[in-house]
């Protein structure tokens, strides 16, 4: 405030409880920061005791993510006489639709290039060696994945990555790294998928991916 | 002239780019546009690898140099003036870069201007792309309606190609064409090399052509004549090369024969 740069949090009370505005337009890392000094701060930590008080949290513009929003209930819940009431979006649901939704992109991801995508994501094309496909979901790949890919970049342990060729330089599920062996054997690359089984990256055939997704098995009525 | 005119008469300018050095840039530049002055075009092709030049010393024009590129943007000379004609082929041009400058001595603007005014001239203008990805390459890019990307079949050229194609379509270029440069037929047999196949299924985009690894090629570019005069496979290729930018369809080398049937196919074809 002195320096003149707007605080990326106004917080206002109201006869309903405590408003949260949160700035659209700072990343949302910034505002987390700010948020847990504000909530954290020994200075600041005698205005939040007191009796219990429900808390509006307004995203302006902003949409979050089922992880984003767990990471500002942690953080009110430091402050324990704060109960979250409710997340507001202008206009929109404030949570962003990814939830077992794919989407689709075509293209090819070239060597130097970054697909960073959140949700998961079913690729139509390749991608090349040098090239990253990033995803806080599940990654499909219709096409060769000869490049990096990282399913569940924000932690999500339960992403997979599948692709019509798995030729990867390396794979990334949450923050587990793996590397191929350093010889292919060309007859195991087709119609794999990877996921994670003790904090480890195990690859096997699709057609085992109803064992590893049984919820969204599709079963004839007989 | 009147403005339908002109515009009947506008060339196209085609830039040669790679990524990677020594894949054969400035070699495949030149013989594109020896064959295509063959075919009776008009071409000019411009070196833009400035302190670095030699498509010159490739041609054997390097010691008729007289005013170069920075020349023609520091307005000590027309465009017009600054071209070196071919000693062999009457419709083929350069115009040489400067030895003595650095790649931020042109902007792309200048560039532009330059290629312009030569389209107006030439029906090809053949740009011939520095090493790298940095300026010299961005400025290189700027001037042109196409691309070629030059590879050889080899891992880190290929990277580097693929890299620099992702980069031309970021500009507003159509998809770029793709040349395999220094093929070994014998080497990708035995699974030494990469393949064609292999090459075009990573970087998917239309191949433009293939070009045998031929020591003729080294000869030619010491003795400052173009292989594409040549009978050789890689002269060959060129040409047919050529014949493709022109929207002919002709079918690709065959590259897994012994030297001796090449000499027999090329009786066959009447040209030995």
């Known amino acids: 405030m002195v ?26 890392s910034d505002i987390l920061s700010e948020l847990r000094h504000k909530l954290e701060d020994d200075h600041a930590a005698k205005i939040w005791d007191g009796p219990e008080m429900n808390v509006l949290i307004k995203l302006g513009k902003r949409q979050i993510t089922k992880l984003e929003e767990m990471a500002l209930r942690e953080l009110f819940a430091s402050r324990k006489n704060l109960i979250i009431k409710h997340f507001e979006s202008d206009g929109k649901p404030y949570l962003l639709e990814q939830e077992s939704e794919i989407q689709m992109r075509v293209g090819t991801v070239r060597s130097g290039q970054i697909f960073s995508f959140e949700g998961n994501i079913l690729f139509v094309g390749d991608i090349n060696p040098g090239g990253v496909i990033r995803s806080t979901g599940d990654i499909y790949v219709l096409g060769a994945l000869r490049g990096l ?29 793996s590397r191929p062996p350093d010889r292919w054997d060309e007859s195991e690359v087709g119609m794999r998928f990877a996921y994670l089984v003790d904090h480890q990256i195990a690859v096997e055939r699709l057609v085992h991916l109803s064992k590893i997704r049984s919820d969204k098995e599709w079963k004839g009525n007989r | 002239m009147s403005f339908s005119e002109g515009w009947d008469t506008m060339g196209e300018s085609i830039v ?32 833009t690898d400035i302190g670095l ?21 520091e307005e000590r000379c027309d465009l017009k003036k600054a071209l070196i004609k071919d000693k062999r082929c009457n419709d083929l041009y350069l115009l040489a ?42 400025i290189a890019a ?16 290929v990277r580097d190609a693929d890299r620099v194609i992702g980069l031309l379509e970021k500009e507003k270029l159509p998809t770029p064409k793709l040349i ?14 990469m393949d064609v196949d292999e090459v075009v299924a990573v970087l998917a985009i239309h191949l433009l052509g293939i070009v045998p690894d031929d020591e003729q090629v ?34 690709l080398l065959v590259l897994d024969r012994e030297v001796s049937m090449f000499r027999r196919m090329k009786k066959w074809f009447g040209f030995a």
């Open chain 1, 3 to 28: 320096n003149g740069v707007k605080p990326g949090i106004t917080i206002k009370g109201t006869k309903d409880g405590l408003l949260f505005y949160l700035d659209d337009s700072r990343p949302f």
């Open chain 1, 149 to 177: 890919a990282h399913a569940g970049s924000q932690g999500d342990q339960q992403a997979i990555i599948a692709a019509s060729v798995l030729k990867p330089t390396q794979l990334r599920i949450a923050d587990v790294i």
């Open chain 2, 16 to 47: 040669v780019t790679s990524g990677k050095g020594g894949v054969g840039k400035s070699t495949t530049s030149v013989n594109i546009g020896t064959a295509l002055a063959l075919c009776g075009k008009r071409v000019c092709l411009v070196d």
């Open chain 2, 53 to 73: 030049r030699n498509l010159d010393v490739l041609m054997g024009l390097e010691n008729r140099i007289i005013y170069d590129i920075i020349d023609v943007i």
């Open chain 2, 97 to 138: 870069a400067a030895q003595t400058k650095d790649k931020s001595s042109i902007t792309s603007n200048q560039l532009r201007r330059i290629i312009a005014e030569l389209k107006d001239e030439f029906d090809y203008v053949v740009i011939d792309s520095p090493a790298g990805i940095e300026l010299g390459f961005q």
């Open chain 2, 142 to 157: 700027a001037g042109a309606d196409q691309a070629i990307v030059v590879t050889t079949p080899e891992n880190a050229a």
């Open chain 2, 180 to 193: 395999i440069n220094r093929i070994k037929s014998h080497l990708t047999k035995n699974g030494g090399m």
């Open chain 2, 218 to 251: 080294i000869r030619a570019g010491n003795l400052g004549e173009p292989i594409a005069f040549d009978n050789s496979p890689a002269g060959k290729a060129y040409r047919n090369i050529a014949k493709r930018i022109q929207g002919e369809m002709v079918p």
